[in-house]
């Protein structure tokens, strides 16, 4: 009887221990999981040497819309309509952007464009420029606003050798008296097709002046000439046209003894 229960417990035993042998070699058999964190790389874009590059690329629409060469852009007849100034790269010299639907110019439109030497809008639906939109251009030389909406002109650069604001609705009372008499480097100044009823104050340094198709019925002894001196000669000024208007030359005889030559157009 003892023996027999021997035997018995002695199997019991041998069972147990070939489970437990089996377990352990399944549990080895299984591949450890490592859990494994993935950086957000979201976290590291500040300090991205791509970042730069990204924000470069903010100027390429305007690019794409329009063609960049050498400095120059040109944004002409656009479609879609263009409405606004667009960004420009920052190494503009050259802009043209005739012929859209642009209707304002906001002083952050040429924030800080160091190299721009001329503006062309010709053709727009320019009625308002805020003042200072073009204070931070220290080489512009060209400024063309013709074919526009404007009632009245904003403070201008005093760089300017060309400005072309024809065919507007410039009124005296939106030009300042003395809106280009500071301007010593401007020679061609086209103001025809206007509303304006007086001229205003004009630099030394002019060569042309277009006043023609305005409503100018009267001018002084001192709109192109010194009154008080008739020894006074305006040398620079080639070309004064105020054809167009409801003025008659005759009843102003004193008012041209400076320049070289009468204003050219027809006149009654």
């Known amino acids: 009887m003892h023996l027999r229960i021997l035997?018995?417990?002695?199997?019991?035993?041998?069972a147990k221990l070939i489970y437990a042998t089996k377990d352990e070699s399944m549990e080895a058999q299984q591949p450890l999981t490592e859990i494994v964190k993935i950086p957000d790389d979201s976290l590291q874009h500040d300090s991205d040497p791509d970042v730069a590059v990204a924000q470069e690329a903010r100027?390429?629409?305007?690019?794409?819309?329009?063609v960049c060469l050498s400095g120059s852009v040109y944004c002409e007849e656009v479609s879609p309509d263009l409405t606004a100034v667009p960004s420009l790269p920052k190494e503009t010299a050259y802009l043209y952007a005739r012929f859209n639907k642009i209707s304002?110019?906001?002083?952050?439109?040429?924030?800080n464009m160091a190299t721009l030497r001329r503006i062309d809008l010709t053709g727009n639906r320019i009625a308002e420029i805020?003042?200072?939109a073009f204070s931070q251009l220290p080489q512009l030389e060209e400024l063309i606003l013709a074919e526009n909406l404007l009632s009245k002109l904003p403070m201008l650069p005093t760089t300017l050798v060309s400005f072309n604001v024809n065919s507007n609705k410039l009124k005296t009372q939106g030009v300042k008296a003395n809106a280009f008499k500071k301007l010593t480097s401007l020679a061609y100044l086209y103001l025809g097709d206007n509303e304006l009823t007086a001229v205003p104050q004009l630099p030394e340094s002019l060569h042309i002046?277009?006043?023609?198709?305005?409503k100018i019925s009267t001018i002084t002894d001192e709109t192109?000439?010194?009154?008080?001196?008739s020894h006074y000669l305006r040398s620079n000024l080639d070309q004064v046209r105020l054809d167009g208007n409801p003025i008659k030359l005759s009843g102003f005889p004193n008012s041209f003894i400076c320049l070289q030559s009468l204003p050219v157009g027809w006149y009654n």
């Open 7 to 14: 035997i018995f417990g002695s199997i019991l035993l041998s």
């Open 59 to 66: 100027e390429l629409p305007t690019c794409l819309m329009c």
């Open 104 to 111: 304002k110019i906001s002083k952050r439109d040429f924030a």
């Open 130 to 132: 805020e003042d200072g």
């Open 209 to 214: 002046v277009h006043l023609h198709n305005n």
């Open 224 to 229: 192109f000439c010194k009154g008080n001196s």
